[in-house]
């Protein structure tokens, strides 16, 4: 198999969150003689017991401060909201009762209710100051009926009335205080995308599928005007300060203001080169500020449209806000980081470090002294907006799995897997257990801190790592013991993969491939043809020719005995993803990131097959296109995923397309048994689904306690799969489709 390091990689946001994806591949399996060999899978309990956890168990999604700024709110993946004292960091309250992930959650203006919105369908109004729920509207959705469910949620400045978007297409008026339907706006012949009320509460403003944009009276809910109609569907939109203009997010990426009172077109941000996600007026309604995937913020003049400044990042700027007196700029980066711009002029006041991902929202206090930030790595965090010094951190102590791989003969499966204590300090731990038994067998010794990904050898009871430092090791599985130390390495490390029989180590950097002997951690051969940084290098079956992918749009093949290139693949029109062999060595499956597919004869190096597997953009998930590709161990079936949340399974022979497997929501893995028969995909609803093959018929829904499931696999010969959601991994019977167990890592 092939480890992808992915750190260097650049990832882009993906819609909601920063999709991390997790390489799960087949390692080689663990030598019979030195674990049990047996097939039986029994009714076994962890020996490990899940630690007590008072933070949330996944991404916060958002974290805001209530009107006297002494408790913060946030929402999570987890399922729950969480009310938190400023002051002391203490737990107030977890708010429970949604079975998906919260989206949203918003203080009511007095601070004595709190609005959830989830993924489960509803939307919930909760006693801020014992924590229970008072009203629920919308329910767990109906695929036959969507109509039941409400999508989002947010009350107006009074805190009297609720504005929901919901499934069926409309937007609804709510009172609080019995939770009676006031007014609807909308119909299903034309879905709302988003709903906002203005700052008095007296108007509504909605943008709907077809480009629309319309305003309405909020207190007899009729229609005041309707513009736009820009055949692109509207993200986006919101009132200024006043409620005398809206401005708008449409996919076609460009920002557009109106005016209110007579639905005209007013200004045009052009500007950006990749979707944008955020736009807002500040306090004053002299600038606007847009964020983008194209890695900027943009701060534009409201009156004219001029751009002011472009705010350069180093990853996807998902939101931002401005101050209450309009000096300061915080926006929030993909990367994990906060910057503090300074509004006049322009400059960079302070970047704020400390969250491990991406970073969902940003808030300031009313006096601007403080900004509270929420990241998918399960904190919020509070800083000083003067010194851009941490102050403290909610939610610290959680537990979350990495990265995970199998053994190919599905005895047992390493997980690396991260832990915050209680002081923030951070934890990585590598641990390999027995599927068969769900025991743990070792965990590896020493500093872990800085690795990224690691792999399983077949018949030698090694693990392959490699780390941020540049570093490849070599440990003893048994005793948990560094063997080897690959030296010689100049870049960063992109991937790492043993060959079948453990003896050689492949590796990618910079513009090279090296093969390396794992007895005495020699370097043997250096691959040069490439002319970019190479991202993958892996070993065919019979560890004969070495496959390697580049930054240079090309595919090579090599002579793993003397280095020399046997094929040059090229005219990709984007870079390739990855690549592989099937277990013949006959074929090699390459997709790039434009969203094909391209299958090659590996000995005349001329392609077969091209299968469109989809170049979707979509405005929930902008950035995803096509994210996996494989071959089953025939070679017969390719299966794919793309953007639009759905798989494909392909003929590798014909490229006839089978089927397509839909999805509720954002898919984060796919996978096919060794016998072709049987698919298992798994989205961030926290569900895995297995599905025939053959016949493309969902066949059982796999459904843990957790949520945000990152990835689902085949176990050895296909008759269990394993999954991993944010409480951990999980074991299921393919045939009944039943739970056996969940282990729980050691803390």
Wanted: proline share 2%; glycine share 8%.
């Amino acid at each position: 198999m092939i480890i992808l390091s992915g750190f260097k990689t650049k990832v882009k946001w993906f819609g909601f969150a920063l999709l991390i994806l997790f390489q799960i591949e087949k390692s080689q399996s663990i030598h019979a003689q030195k674990l049990p060999a047996s097939n039986k899978i029994e009714n076994v309990k962890s020996e490990y017991e899940p630690g007590i956890q008072i933070g949330h168990s996944s991404g916060i999604n958002s974290a805001s401060f209530d009107y006297s700024g002494t408790r913060i709110l946030t929402c999570s993946s987890d399922g729950t909201a969480k009310i938190w004292e400023v002051s002391t960091g203490k737990l107030l309250h977890t708010l429970s009762g949604h079975t998906n992930r919260v989206e949203s959650a918003f203080f009511k203006n007095d601070g004595t209710q709190v609005l959830t919105s989830s993924l489960d369908g509803t939307t919930r109004l909760w006693d801020a100051r014992n924590g229970k729920e008072i009203y629920s509207w919308g329910k767990i959705p109906n695929p036959n009926i969507p109509d039941d469910a409400v999508i989002e949620g947010t009350f107006d400045v009074k805190g009297t009335s609720i504005l929901t978007r919901c499934a069926d297409g409309t937007s609804r008026i709510w009172d609080v205080k019995d939770g009676r339907l006031i007014q609807t706006f909308g119909n299903h012949l034309n879905p709302v995308i988003s709903t906002s009320f203005d700052k008095t509460g007296t108007l509504v403003v909605t943008s709907h599928l077809d480009g629309t944009i319309n305003v309405w009276n909020a207190i007899n809910g009729g229609l005041i005007h309707s513009f736009g109609k820009e055949n692109n569907p509207v993200t986006l939109a919101s009132f200024d300060e006043r409620s005398q203009r809206v401005i708008t997010i449409s996919e076609d990426l460009i920002p557009r203001i109106w005016d209110v009172s007579s639905g005209q077109l007013l200004l045009t941000l052009e500007g950006h080169s990749d979707q944008v996600f955020y736009a807002s007026f500040d306090k004053k309604n002299k600038f606007v500020l847009t964020c983008s995937a194209d890695s900027t913020a943009r701060l534009w003049n409201a009156s004219t449209g001029n751009l002011i400044y472009t705010l350069k990042h180093k990853d996807v700027v998902k939101t931002g806000c401005f101050d209450e007196d309009s000096e300061k700029l915080v926006v929030a980066c993909a990367d994990g980081t906060i910057r503090v711009w300074d509004v006049a002029t322009g400059n960079l006041k302070h970047t704020l470090r400390g969250h491990r991902d991406a970073v969902r929202s940003v808030c300031l206090n009313e006096s601007g002294t403080v900004i509270l930030t929420a990241s998918d790595d399960g904190t919020s965090k509070l800083w000083e907006a003067a010194t851009g010094n941490l102050i403290s951190t909610f939610g610290a102590h959680r537990k979350w799995i990495n990265f995970a791989t199998a053994s190919e003969r599905g005895n047992c499966m390493l997980f690396i897997s991260d832990e915050n204590d209680d002081h923030q300090h951070l934890k990585r731990m590598v641990s390999i257990w027995n599927i068969s038994t769900g025991k743990l067998i070792n965990t590896l010794k020493g500093d872990m801190s800085l690795l990224v990904s690691a792999s399983l050898n077949e018949d030698e009871n090694k693990v392959l790592t490699i780390s941020s430092n540049r570093k490849v090791q070599i440990w003893d599985m048994l005793s948990g013991k560094l063997i080897q130390t690959l030296k010689g390495n100049i870049d960063w490390i992109n991937s790492a993969s043993f060959n079948r029989n453990g003896s050689l180590v492949v590796t990618s950097s910079d513009s090279t491939a090296k093969i390396w002997n794992v007895k005495t951690g020699k370097l043997i051969l250096t691959l040069f043809g490439h002319t970019d940084e190479v991202k993958s290098a892996g070993f065919d079956w019979s560890d004969k020719r070495v496959l390697t992918t580049s930054e240079d749009f090309t595919v090579n093949i090599w002579d793993a005995s003397n280095g020399r290139i046997i094929h040059t693949l090229e005219g990709f029109p984007e870079v390739i993803h990855s690549a592989s062999f099937d277990k013949s060595g006959k074929r090699v499956l390459a997709y790039s990131y434009d969203g094909t597919v391209s299958i090659w004869d590996s000995k005349t190096g001329q392609i077969i097959q091209l299968l469109d597997a989809g170049s979707f953009w979509i405005y929930h998930n902008p950035s995803m296109r096509i994210k996996a590709s494989f071959f089953d161990e025939s070679g017969n079936m390719v299966v794919t995923i793309s953007g639009d949340e759905t798989v494909k399974i392909w003929n590798a022979t014909s490229g006839n397309l089978l089927h397509t497997l839909k999805h509720p929501d954002i898919l984060t893995s796919a996978n096919i048994n060794i016998s072709g028969t049987r698919v298992i995909t798994s989205t961030t609803d926290g569900s895995a689904y297995l599905w025939d093959a053959i016949t493309g018929n969902l066949i059982h829904k796999l459904e843990g306690k957790g949520f945000s499931l990152r990835y689902s696999n085949f176990i050895g010969s296909g008759n269990q799969v394993m999954t991993c959601d944010d409480l951990g991994p999980c074991l299921w019977d393919v045939k009944s489709g039943k739970l056996i167990y969940r282990l729980y890592l050691p803390l």
